[in-house]
């Protein structure tokens, strides 16, 4: 499989569970990303990976949490969510900061 | 504070006109710019990516450019198609660090 695919593709959980999503880039790239996209707000970015190293958060609550055990895999853990945190989550990856190449996300509805 | 602006939020056009899409930003120290295609409910599709050097950049039907003095880069798609139609984003890279900032896309319909 090529690109950056992301799992789930779909999830709903409540308040109380803990979840985690998947992004992996098969591109070779270096640095990799998750983004909020809420419904009519613009992209937000939230963290930043180069070279598994966390260079960006972007001020995000604690109840999210990257991990990035190598160069091709990030995930998003998840847990005591709001419901406004419902929103479609995206992964992208890049090379050196340079173009960004981004997965088809994940639509999260926590109830 | 870098901020993106992307004028109009909407657009409906008939089949075979052409799209003017701009997008204006207030922090003229930007990397590059890239220009994203998002269709309903799915991950973004870069277009074109545009380095600070740059004035503009095609690739079949779209043309982007960039205007740094003025803040303003525009997205051309020539002879538009009712498979054009999706919101498109611009979005740019910083000088100095590693953000990428997203305006909030213009909605684009293009009738058979």
């Known amino acids: 499989e090529t690109g950056v695919t992301q799992t789930p593709r779909h999830l709903v959980m409540g308040m109380t569970n803990k979840k985690s999503l998947k992004c992996e880039q098969h591109?070779?790239?270096?640095?990799m990303y998750w983004y909020k996209q809420s419904a009519k707000k613009p992209l937000e970015l939230m963290f930043v990976?180069?070279?598994?190293?966390?260079?960006e958060n972007n001020s995000v609550p604690s109840r999210f949490s990257p991990e990035c055990p190598n160069s091709s895999h990030l995930f998003l853990h998840l847990h005591t969510l709001q419901p406004e945190d419902s929103a479609l989550y995206l992964c992208?990856?890049?090379?050196?900061?340079?173009?960004?190449?981004f997965g088809p996300g994940t639509r999260l509805t926590v109830l | 504070k870098q901020e993106v602006t992307q004028i109009p939020a909407a657009l409906s056009v008939p089949e075979g006109e052409n799209l003017v899409l701009n997008c204006s930003f207030t922090?003229?120290?930007?990397?590059?710019l890239q220009w994203f295609r998002q269709d309903p409910g799915k991950g973004l599709t870069s277009l074109l990516l545009?380095?600070?050097?740059?004035r503009e950049q095609t690739s079949g039907r779209l043309n982007a450019s960039l205007d740094k003095s003025s803040g303003r880069s525009t997205l051309y798609i020539a002879a538009s198609q009712p498979g054009d139609s999706a919101t498109y984003l611009c979005?740019?890279?910083?000088?100095?660090?590693?953000?990428?900032?997203f305006g909030g896309g213009t909605r684009v319909l293009v009738k058979p």
């Open positions: 992208a990856s890049s090379l050196n900061y340079n173009e960004q190449f």
């Open positions: 591109l070779g790239h270096n640095a």
């Open positions: 990976y180069s070279l598994e190293e966390r260079v």
């Open positions: 922090d003229s120290a930007i990397y590059n």
């Open positions: 545009i380095q600070s050097s740059q």
């Open positions: 979005a740019f890279f910083k000088a100095a660090g590693n953000k990428l900032t």
